[in-house]
């Protein structure tokens, strides 16, 4: 391992400085310096095997696992009357104060040091599983020089581990390990396996060298003790670049040549089809007091899925998303059954972007691009079969429609593509949400704009309607289908129940006589639109747990009626 401190003298301007890893630091005068305090231990890291250490009957080894740090610790087994006592003699100041530490895991450990010329201290734990330090200072006495440090464990228990030991003080003037170099730039770099979200990698072992960073496309992707590392959560069907660098206490070489690698496009596969009149709800991955579901538990009226919602990253325009224990699932495996299962069953089950907390900034080519391999390593890893657009703080559709169209150049003809807008966004196609979804109509799957939480609004006749009316559902529904959607592209949402959103909750029945009215031309209110489009998709609610939560009394009245739509 590391050593805790590492000393290093130069001369600056005619002044000795002498400057310590700790971030201690002292300067003295023209021509003249004064000790600073550092690690009196040798081989302190047991990076040189078990060097300068002496242990009682063969006890200690020195090992590659476990280590704290770096590629070496000790390991020492107590057997019979012995304890399995390792020590050093360390060169010390007189009438000086030192703090002496170590990292110690597994059986009874003990730290101590004999000899101080003052008073003799120890200091001990019991077995651990994971790396502790252990601490304690003593004091030298008038005339000491040197002093016995020393761990042991107890009889009749188990090998314990010790690493990073320390005896910080005052430099005694005896021998000190060489401060190390910052070790060579790594060689032999190649990638090995690749899946649709992995690459490995391997290369050559440089000397000195403690710890590895593994850099992707110049950012840093994770760091490795060893030689090799596999880094995951990538994009399928994308090539990117991998370079290494090789770190110790001294700090990190030059970063290796870089090497290529391209991810596997394998697909989780297309799904069913969207059915030509849809029904489609949000199922909620978290608890708001609504009915807490798993995915099997979601109601088989609905066609389309949306699992809300998928969380942001500190990466513009990346998502990811992190499977809430407060639903109940054991594993994530047990969620891919599950999206599987409905997979099978004739369900398209897409990952949502945004809600009313969420907030996917795209706004450039670079945030573009992270929406879209994101999204897209999110349907090779869960199965999803598309996306569904519900940003509610503001789009730019110039950006918005490059991440969807990357999207859908690497996911194909088959993704499912849904939004679903606030009724202030599809007031006019001039509004970013109205821009985005025509330039995206050939991959459109359908708008489901939510017609709650709204306040009165514009219809297409340039009238004002009050929500929670037939006329409120059709007359803005009109300006969507006027403005250039296909009728296939157009879905009303609502809320499941009163408690699914602050206002806009209308009766299943109210939802039906809207359908039948655009659809049929019948069960119109006041407004009579001045066609019909009958292969109008279908609906939309929040969601599935609130349904749930009222008995499924939306989807049972909703579902059938959508369904048998001409």
């Known amino acids: ?106 059986g009874y450990a003990y730290l101590g040091a004999t000899g101080t010329g003052t008073s003799d201290v120890s200091t001990w734990t019991p077995d651990s599983t994971s790396w502790k330090q252990l601490t304690t200072t003593f004091t030298t006495g008038a005339s000491t020089t040197q002093v016995t440090v020393y761990t042991h464990g107890w009889y009749g228990q188990a090998a314990y581990h010790v690493d990073d ?32 979200s992995s690459v490995a990698l391997s290369w050559n072992a440089v000397s000195g ?79 708001n007091g609504a009915t807490v579901q798993k995915l099997r538990d979601v109601q088989a009226q609905y066609d389309i899925i949306a699992v809300s919602f998928a969380d942001s990253t500190t990466t513009p325009g990346q998502i990811v998303f992190n499977l809430d224990p407060a639903v109940g699932y054991a594993s994530t495996a047990d969620f891919k059954a599950d999206v599987a299962a409905k997979k099978a069953a004739g369900k398209s089950v897409i990952i949502s972007v945004g809600g009313e907390k969420g907030n996917v900034t795209i706004n450039s080519d670079a945030s573009a691009t992270a929406f879209a391999d994101s999204a897209y390593a999110l349907m090779q890893e869960y199965g999803f079969n598309g996306v569904d657009i519900d940003l509610e ?42 821009k985005t979804a025509l330039a995206v109509k050939d991959i459109l799957t359908v708008v489901n704009m939510q017609y709650y939480n709204s306040g009165s609004m514009l219809g297409c006749d340039g009238k004002v309607y009050s929500q929670g009316s037939v006329d409120f559902l059709t007359a803005l529904a009109c300006i969507q289908l006027q403005g250039g959607l296909d009728a296939s592209q157009v879905g009303l949402g609502v809320p499941a129940s009163t408690r699914g959103a602050g206002s806009g909750y209308v009766d299943p029945s109210i939802v039906k006589n809207a359908l039948d009215c655009l659809a049929r031309g019948t069960n119109c209110g006041s407004f009579k639109p001045s066609q019909t489009w009958p292969n109008l998709r279908g609906a939309m609610t929040w969601s599935t747990n609130w349904d749930a939560t009222a008995g499924n009394a939306w989807s049972n009245a909703v579902g059938p009626h959508v369904h048998n739509l001409p």
């Open 1 to 106: 391992m590391d050593r805790t401190t590492t000393r290093s003298r130069r001369w600056i301007g005619g002044a000795l400085a002498l400057t310590v890893g700790s971030g201690l630091a002292l300067v003295g005068g023209a021509g003249t310096a004064q000790a600073a305090d550092v690690n009196v231990a040798r081989n302190a890291g047991f990076e040189s095997g078990i060097a300068n250490w002496t242990c009682t009957a063969g006890s200690g080894a020195a090992v590659s696992s476990p280590v704290r740090t770096g590629a070496g610790a000790l390991k020492a087994t107590p057997a019979g009357q012995d304890n399995a006592r390792c020590s050093q003699v360390v060169t010390v100041k007189p009438n000086s104060t030192y703090t002496l530490s170590a990292w110690v895991q597994g």
């Open 165 to 196: 030991v320390s005896v910080f003080g005052p430099d005694g003037g005896g021998p000190v390990d060489p401060d190390p170099v910052v070790p060579s730039t790594p060689a032999g770099l190649a990638a090995g396996s690749v899946t649709s």
């Open 209 to 287: 060298a403690t710890g590895y960073k593994v850099y992707r496309d110049g950012s840093l992707a994770q760091t490795v003790s060893g030689t090799s590392a596999t880094v995951t959560g990538l994009a399928a069907n994308t090539t990117y670049q991998f370079q290494v660098a090789a770190t110790n206490a001294a700090g990190e070489s030059a970063k290796s040549t870089a090497v290529s690698a391209r991810t596997s496009g394998t697909n989780p596969g297309p799904g069913p089809s969207v059915p030509k009149h849809a029904l489609t709800g949000y199922w909620q991955n978290f608890n």
């Open 393 to 434: 703080h503001g789009i730019n559709s110039t950006y918005l429609t490059k991440a969807l169209r990357q999207l859908s150049a690497k996911a194909g003809s088959s993704m499912v593509l849904t939004m679903a807008p606030q009724t202030i966004d599809m007031q006019n196609t001039g509004t970013e949400y109205f």
